[in-house]
């Protein structure tokens, strides 16, 4: 068995609904599988001693997962007066319609489309409800509406699919671009060292302890990645379908249709670098 304290991240272990920090309690969408990993984890957060509470990432349109959300705030004693979306994948976000519905919420997005009310989010934005505090950091690059939310009481960061609890994400080409995914790590890692954040609640798998370590294996794992997509390149392999095969032989087969969609992505981020120093 594992030490998870010598894993990227120190995983703190199972995932499991319940809280996670003083602020954060997890509930875990039933909505395993090899993408979403154990589900997704729909975030309930709010300020000690308040009765609102803030949702991030409602998940997938479940009606039984979306009511054990809001039972759970209740047990809680909580109301829930906002609801946010980190994007717009659906496991994230196709239930948020519907939740808006049960709650008589606004639903705030960076993507216009997926919003409910007049208020979006943006760079720079501090959402405040019940005493709590939320900074919006724009993290694109998983895709391009791509959001966290830094949580600066917890010392955490809520991270969506731009850092995983366990493994690694992809760049979601065409929409997402790995520049922007490189340069959102590095924001994130800023966040480590200017900001104190120690922990990530991610939008599936475990809470990680260790925020800098894991990012640190983020951008390491991204070097190495695209090493060996340019490695390929120059021995042969030309198309993204050739370039997993090669790179990814390792990966189990029924990920590789979304390794291409990150290889496509890198194959991209290496004509564009060779296009810069022309």
Excluded: C
């Amino acid at each position: 068995m594992s030490d998870a304290a010598a894993l990227p991240g120190q995983p703190r272990g199972l995932v499991a609904s319940g809280p996670a920090t003083d602020r954060a309690v997890n509930v875990l969408a039933p909505n395993p599988s090899a993408m979403t990993l154990d589900g997704t984890n729909t975030w309930l957060l709010s300020e000690p001693g308040s009765d609102l509470a803030v949702v991030v990432d409602p998940g997938p349109l479940d009606e039984t997962h979306l009511r054990r959300v809001i039972d759970t705030a209740g047990k809680l004693g909580k109301r829930i007066a906002l609801t946010l979306l980190t994007h717009g994948h659906w496991d994230h976000a196709e239930g948020a319609g519907r939740f808006a519905e049960l709650t008589g919420t606004a639903v705030r997005a960076l993507d216009p489309a997926l919003r409910l009310g007049d208020e979006g989010l943006g760079a720079g934005d501090v959402v405040t409800v019940g005493g709590l505090e939320l900074r919006v950091v724009p993290t694109p690059g998983h895709t391009s509406d791509s959001l966290s939310f830094h949580l600066p009481a917890d010392r955490a960061v809520l991270t969506g699919d731009t850092i995983l609890g366990r493994g690694t994400t992809m760049v979601a080409h065409p929409d997402g671009r790995l520049g922007d995914y490189l340069d959102s790590l590095r924001r994130l890692r800023s966040l480590t060292v200017d900001d104190g954040v120690h922990t990530v609640l991610p939008g599936h798998g475990p809470v990680l302890e260790d925020a800098q370590g894991a990012v640190e294996f983020y951008l390491a794992h991204r070097a190495g990645r695209l090493a060996q997509v340019e490695a390929a390149v120059g021995s042969g392999h030309r198309t993204a379908a050739e370039v997993v095969a090669h790179v990814y032989a390792d990966v189990d087969r029924s990920l590789w249709p979304a390794a291409e969609l990150s290889v496509r992505a890198q194959l991209e981020y290496l004509r564009e670098r060779e296009r810069g120093r022309e």
